[in-house]
């Protein structure tokens, strides 16, 4: 089980660049919490996910790690672009939610 590991997210937020192994699968969490935080992240493969996203890999040489504020910036636009969910959409899903719990329940 994931949970907000503070220390974590405050050393990305301080750094510039962020290994991000493969977990699971080639794609990794790591990769968007660097993204969000700032740090540009150092991918082991390079995944479809990762599309649009500003990154680099660990068989880059090291003279390509340069840390630009618009990289971040671009990083941190895409994770906020894909992974929020508009307001209206998000109160249309729980209402829908809502009605489908209140419909099903026992009335007592």
């Not at 590991?5 to 962020?18: G, V, W």
């Not at 660990?58 to 672009?81: F, H, R, Y």
Request: aromatic share 12%; hydrophobic share 40%; charged share 20%.
């Amino acid at each position: 089980m994931k949970s907000w590991d503070e220390p974590n997210f405050r050393l990305l937020a301080r750094s510039q660049f962020s290994q991000c192994p493969n977990g699971d699968y080639v794609w990794t969490y790591r990769f968007f919490e660097s993204a969000m935080c700032g740090a540009i992240p150092i991918v082991e493969d390079i995944s479809p996910v990762y599309e649009g996203f500003r990154f680099r890999t660990m068989a880059d040489p090291v003279e390509s790690l340069i840390w630009t504020e618009a990289d971040a910036q671009q990083n941190g636009e895409l994770c906020k672009e894909r992974h929020t969910i508009p307001p209206d959409e998000l109160n249309l899903e729980l209402a829908g939610l809502l009605a489908m719990n209140s419909a099903t329940s026992p009335v007592s």
